[in-house]
């Protein structure tokens, strides 16, 4: 039994010896490490929603210590990347499809090459708001839109009409030729083929000024009151005959006090280096109203000249049941330089007296010599 013990002994101190003569750390036989890689490796996708074409790209498997994904778009560096256990790449693409290829290398140094079909699709953008600022024949267009990447702006105005390009944040601006009806298409690009769109129905007038002939569809006559029961309204001609056949003319309906009137603000104004006679067509419906006077009053002088800024001339009625043409000569009024521009227009009818209810017709403002 003595021997025994001393041969169990040896040969405990023999296997500790064989024991420790392995280096710490990790088995160094690799042998099987190639099929634990190639048997759980995948790959993954996550596509951004939001139009950027950002991928998010995650190699996985068992036992790889490093993966090179080549993305399938791009050059040079920007092409590929190389990625640690664990980690992910972000790379744009534009929409499309693509082949993503990633070359896997385990512990033991040996690789397994895997290729990926990727389809980018951006989606439409939604959202879309189309903010629209008119002046005259002169508008400026700009848009906002969720997941947008630019926008393309047509206005309406051309045959085969090519889009203007418009940066996200932008302002664009167009002068259109004529006035006119047209149909503003605002177009929202995903950056890829879906698209959202707005169409916006726009009225291009022409700017206000003389000659004044209320048959300019496009031109907005405004002739504010101010007095008691003051009104103005474009109307049909009460009698199309005589020196006047046009369709259109202005109709005046006298307020209470005697002081009252209308004001219109010109987008032209009236330029005394054109002409200092105002000629005007008026029909007069009451013969009681034969010898009563229409004011035109010429205010806001450009640099303030004359002093007031206000040039008045009142002319009377001379027939009723016909039109006839006033004429208001400012060439005798003193104080008025050559070249003098008025920006706003007055009218008053028998100032002299209060009363409400008068009705003249007015049609043709011109400047002339």
């Avoid at 009806?181 to 605002?186: C, D, E, L, P, T």
């Avoid at 010898?291 to 035109?296: R, T």
């Avoid at 806001?300 to 001379?318: E, I, Y």
Wanted: proline share 4%; net charge negative.
């Amino acid at each position: 039994m003595k021997h025994n013990n001393i041969n169990y002994v040896f040969l405990l101190l023999l296997f500790v010896a064989v024991s420790c003569s392995k280096k710490d750390g990790i088995n160094q036989d690799t042998s099987s490490l190639t099929n634990v890689a190639s048997s759980n490796l995948t790959k993954i996708f996550d596509i951004s929603s939001d139009n950027s074409g950002n991928v998010k790209i995650t190699p996985l498997g068992e036992g790889i210590s490093s993966s090179t994904v080549s993305f399938g778009h791009g050059t040079g560096a920007a092409g590929s990347a190389v990625v640690t256990p664990g980690g992910n790449v972000t790379h744009s693409y534009p929409e499309g499809s693509y082949t993503v290829t990633i070359v896997s290398k385990d512990l033991a140094g040996h690789e397994l090459t895997t290729s990926y079909p990727l389809k980018v699709t951006y989606v439409a953008p939604t959202n879309l708001s189309v903010n629209l600022s008119q002046t005259a024949h002169t508008l400026q267009v700009s848009a906002t839109a969720t997941y947008a990447a630019s926008f393309l702006v047509y206005y309406g105005d051309v045959a085969n009409e090519v889009g203007t390009p418009m940066a996200l944040g932008a302002t664009v601006t167009h002068v259109y030729a004529t006035s006119g009806n047209y149909n503003v298409r605002v177009v929202a690009l995903s950056g890829g083929v879906a698209t959202s769109e707005k169409i916006t129905a726009i009225k291009v007038t022409d700017p206000f000024g003389f000659p004044i002939t209320f048959d300019n569809a496009f031109v907005s006559y405004f002739f504010g009151t101010f007095g008691d029961n003051q009104a103005f309204t474009t109307v049909a001609n009460p009698s199309a005959t005589g020196l006047n056949t046009s369709a259109s003319v202005g109709k005046f309906v006298k307020g209470f006090q005697g002081w009252s009137g209308t004001y219109s603000p010109m987008d032209l104004p009236i330029d005394f280096a054109t002409g200092k006679k105002i000629k005007v067509l008026v029909y007069n419906p009451s013969a009681a109203q034969i010898g009563q006077k229409l004011n035109v009053e010429l205010e806001w002088a450009v640099g303030g000249t004359p002093s007031n800024g206000v040039a008045v001339l009142k002319m009377p009625l001379t027939t009723s049941g016909a039109w006839e043409e006033l004429v208001f000569d400012y060439s005798g009024i003193a104080g008025i330089p050559a070249g003098t521009k008025f920006t706003q227009l007055v009218l008053r009818f028998n100032d002299s007296f209060d009363g409400a209810g008068a009705i003249v017709y007015v049609d043709n403002f011109r400047l002339t010599n």
